[in-house]
């Protein structure tokens, strides 16, 4: 465990997570620094907060005091990459980030989940089906370092883990870990994917004999993964960080929603099967959970399932921790029905797996998608192959549109709208699909920080225009 107790601690980023590191890592007898190179005025809050508790804390820029300190804690928006955290590790300081502090604070062991798409679904899903032994944090919007030390005894920490939080782990080994699947993303964070998927394999590089690792059978890259840690041969990582030694592998349990496997869970002839020895139990039937829609959301229900099953929660838990699911806020979120149309926000699908998946689901009905953004460098092909397949209309916006709307016309034939603003599109969308019925669907494949703040002020503007509408 990391002793804080008069320590000279810098902690970058005042978000959530750094002002919950400030007011931890303070309580626990370190010396606290804060630094975000955002103006005064843009942080009166955490400013106030600081004050408040008594923290020491710059703005505006980063400067060499950092470099000072006996250890520097970073916020999952600061990337290990930046130059002042190059020069403190040559300086031979330690640069971690929440989860790894988070984690060797915590009392209870972490039940981890991380991939491109799926994360939070899969995290929630768990969090149920294990009841009042688990609390539920992470990337999911708490911040891990404030939630661990009200997990119950003998319980977990169910933990959503992103590639920018695991970049900044050193020791970190959590006692079940699900890998989702990986696709491309954060490639404006991330100089290649290379660097991605060495970030997300560090979920694993721990991890022992007493352990269990879980990947997706169905996704390339997590196979790879999964036989990267089998071979015992993940990617390395930054120097400045120690590399991992073990005398044992985790145990590997793997999911599909095509076909049975080895070990693990899968789906087929309508039911969820779970095998985990010589025997393959029918465990869960397939019916009934409206609030998990399309194929995506089977498969993360089977990584959940695998979780509960190990750790020996009964098949009524799980079937009512199924039933009760609404999809969560701007992921594939029912928000308004209006005549014969619903309006389906999707905000938080920023990448092209995602909204393929997204547009799979509604595959028998009309079909309306608003998408485009801030480009992330994504190759958009196989999201203009699944629009031109499943859509009727394509309505762009934001700085996207262009490049959106060139791939998708080298794909095939569908009508292409443009509109100014998402309250244009929204109406748009109407008028399309009023008369027949259908889906108008907001899943935009692209961050929303070239016209909002963030994709869930995109989220709830998406609902507030729908339900404006015949208003």
Same mark, same amino acid.
């Given at each position: 465990?990391?002793?804080?107790?008069?320590?000279?601690?810098?902690?970058?980023?005042?978000?959530?997570?750094?002002?919950?590191?400030?007011?931890?890592?303070?309580?626990?007898?370190?010396? #606290?620094?804060?630094?975000?190179?955002? %103006?005064? $005025?843009?942080? &009166?809050?955490? !400013? /106030?907060? +600081?004050?408040?508790?008594?923290?020491?804390?710059?703005?505006?820029?980063?400067?060499?005091?950092?470099?000072?300190?006996?250890?520097?804690?970073?916020?999952?928006?600061?990337?290990?990459?930046?130059?002042?955290?190059?020069?403190?590790?040559?300086?031979?300081?330690?640069?971690?980030?929440?989860?790894?502090?988070?984690?060797?604070?915590?009392?209870?062991?972490?039940?981890?989940?991380?991939?491109?798409?799926?994360?939070?679904?899969?995290?929630?899903?768990?969090?149920?089906?294990?009841?009042?032994?688990?609390?539920?944090?992470?990337?999911?919007?708490?911040?891990?370092?404030?939630?661990?030390?009200?997990?119950?005894?003998?319980?977990?920490?169910?933990?959503? #883990?992103?590639?920018?939080?695991?970049? %900044?782990? $050193?020791?970190? &080994?959590?006692? !079940? /870990?699900? +890998?989702?699947?990986?696709?491309?993303?954060?490639?404006?964070?991330?100089?290649?994917?290379?660097?991605?998927?060495?970030?997300?394999?560090?979920?694993?590089?721990?991890?022992?004999?007493?352990?269990?690792?879980?990947?997706?059978?169905?996704?390339?890259?997590?196979?790879?993964?999964?036989?990267?840690?089998?071979?015992?041969?993940?990617?390395?990582?930054?120097?400045?960080?120690?590399?991992?030694?073990?005398?044992?592998?985790?145990?590997?349990?793997?999911?599909?929603?095509?076909?049975?496997?080895?070990?693990?869970?899968?789906?087929?002839?309508?039911?969820?099967?779970?095998?985990?020895?010589?025997?393959?139990?029918?465990?869960?039937?397939?019916?009934?959970?409206?609030?998990?829609?399309?194929?995506?959301?089977?498969?993360?229900?089977?990584?959940?399932?695998?979780?509960?099953?190990?750790?020996?929660?009964?098949?009524?838990?799980?079937?009512?921790?199924?039933?009760?699911?609404?999809?969560?806020?701007?992921?594939?979120?029912?928000?308004?029905?209006?005549?014969?149309?619903?309006?389906?926000?999707?905000?938080?699908?920023?990448?092209?797996?995602?909204?393929?998946?997204?547009?799979?689901?509604?595959?028998?009905?009309?079909?309306?998608?608003?998408?485009?953004?801030?480009?992330?460098?994504?190759?958009?092909?196989?999201?203009?192959?699944?629009?031109?397949?499943?859509?009727?209309?394509?309505?762009?916006?934001?700085?996207?549109?262009?490049?959106?709307?060139?791939?998708?016309?080298?794909?095939?034939?569908?009508?292409?709208?443009?509109?100014?603003?998402?309250?244009?599109?929204?109406?748009?969308?109407?008028?399309?699909?009023?008369?027949?019925?259908?889906?108008?669907?907001?899943?935009?494949?692209?961050?929303?920080?070239?016209?909002?703040?963030?994709?869930?002020?995109?989220?709830?503007?998406?609902?507030?225009?729908?339900?404006?509408?015949?208003?």
């Amino acid at each position: 465990m990391i002793d804080f107790s008069n320590k000279d601690v810098a902690i970058l980023g005042m978000g959530k997570s750094g002002l919950a590191l400030a007011k931890e890592i303070s309580e626990r007898g370190g010396n #606290v620094f804060v630094s975000d190179t955002r %103006s005064a $005025e843009e942080l &009166q809050e955490a !400013i /106030a907060f +600081l004050q408040e508790i008594g923290v020491d804390f710059e703005v505006g820029s980063h400067s060499d005091r950092l470099l000072q300190k006996d250890m520097i804690i970073i916020s999952p928006g600061v990337s290990v990459h930046h130059p002042l955290l190059e020069k403190a590790r040559e300086k031979g300081l330690k640069v971690l980030g929440e989860v790894e502090v988070a984690w060797q604070l915590s009392p209870v062991p972490f039940i981890a989940v991380t991939g491109t798409n799926g994360k939070s679904t899969t995290v929630t899903l768990i969090d149920r089906m294990l009841g009042n032994r688990s609390i539920l944090a992470g990337n999911i919007g708490t911040p891990l370092v404030s939630e661990v030390a009200h997990a119950p005894a003998n319980g977990f920490v169910v933990a959503e #883990v992103s590639s920018f939080q695991l970049e %900044s782990v $050193e020791y970190f &080994q959590p006692k !079940i /870990a699900i +890998l989702t699947n990986v696709t491309p993303d954060h490639l404006d964070r991330h100089p290649n994917l290379q660097e991605y998927f060495a970030a997300k394999a560090r979920l694993f590089a721990r991890m022992d004999r007493s352990d269990l690792a879980i990947f997706s059978d169905d996704d390339p890259q997590a196979v790879r993964m999964r036989k990267l840690l089998e071979d015992d041969n993940l990617p390395s990582w930054l120097t400045g960080y120690a590399k991992p030694k073990r005398d044992s592998l985790p145990q590997i349990m793997t999911f599909s929603v095509q076909h049975p496997v080895e070990r693990g869970a899968w789906f087929s002839d309508g039911w969820l099967w779970y095998k985990n020895g010589d025997k393959a139990e029918k465990a869960i039937e397939w019916r009934g959970f409206a609030g998990l829609p399309g194929i995506h959301n089977i498969a993360n229900a089977l990584a959940a399932l695998i979780v509960a099953k190990y750790l020996q929660i009964n098949n009524d838990d799980i079937r009512e921790a199924l039933s009760v699911h609404k999809p969560l806020h701007y992921r594939m979120e029912e928000v308004h029905r209006l005549g014969k149309v619903r309006f389906i926000n999707d905000s938080k699908a920023t990448n092209v797996s995602s909204v393929v998946s997204s547009l799979e689901s509604f595959k028998d009905e009309p079909l309306a998608l608003i998408a485009g953004g801030k480009d992330k460098g994504f190759d958009f092909t196989p999201l203009g192959e699944a629009i031109v397949k499943y859509c009727q209309w394509l309505i762009l916006i934001g700085e996207a549109a262009d490049r959106l709307e060139k791939t998708v016309r080298d794909c095939g034939e569908v009508e292409i709208i443009r509109a100014k603003s998402l309250q244009e599109a929204v109406e748009i969308g109407w008028s399309r699909l009023k008369d027949e019925g259908g889906v108008l669907l907001l899943s935009p494949a692209c961050s929303s920080f070239d016209m909002f703040k963030n994709a869930e002020e995109r989220g709830a503007l998406f609902s507030e225009y729908a339900r404006s509408l015949g208003s």
